[in-house]
Nanobody
Framework: QVQLEESGGGLVQAGGSLRLSCAAS????????MAWYRQALGKQRELVAV???????NYADAVKGRFTISRDNAKNTVSLQMNSLKPEDTAVYYC??????????????WGQGTQVTVSS
C-alpha cells in the first residue's frame, strides 16, 4: 500500500506564489518519476511538470519559466514552486509517482488532489 499526501494549495491573487508538496509513504522500494498534474473544472487532467530520479525535468509550455519542480529522493517527496500565478492556473493539482513497491511490482500512485485558486 502506497500513499501520496499533498499539501500547500489555497487561494492566491494573480502574480502571487504558492508551493505544493507531496510526500510518498508506504511499501515503497524505489520511485522513478514524480510529477504534478492539474485538472481545471470541465477540462481534462494535464501534465504540469515531471522530474526523474536523475533530476531531469520537463514542463508544460504554459508553466515554463514560472513553475519549478524539485524532489528529495531520500525523503520520497516532490515539490512544485509556482510563481507569477495566473487565473488560468486555477485547478486541482495532483501528485503522481511511478514506483516499485516493496514487493517488486511496478505501480503508479496518485494523491487526492489539492485545490489551487488564483483570483484576478
Amino acid at each position: 500500500q502506497v500513499q501520496l499526501e499533498e499539501s500547500g494549495g489555497g487561494l492566491v491573487q494573480a502574480g502571487g506564489s504558492l508551493r505544493l508538496s507531496c510526500a510518498a509513504s508506504g511499501s515503497i522500494f524505489s520511485i522513478n518519476a514524480m510529477a504534478w498534474y492539474r485538472q481545471a473544472l470541465g477540462k481534462q487532467r494535464e501534465l504540469v511538470a515531471v522530474i526523474r530520479t536523475s533530476g531531469s525535468t520537463n514542463y508544460a509550455d504554459a508553466v515554463k519559466g514560472r513553475f519549478t519542480i524539485s524532489r528529495d529522493n531520500a525523503k520520497n517527496t516532490v515539490s512544485l514552486q509556482m510563481n507569477s500565478l495566473k487565473p488560468e492556473d486555477t485547478a486541482v493539482y495532483y501528485c503522481k509517482a511511478d514506483l516499485i513497491t516493496s514487493g517488486g511490482v511496478w505501480s503508479t500512485s496518485w494523491g487526492q488532489g489539492t485545490q489551487v485558486t488564483v483570483s484576478s
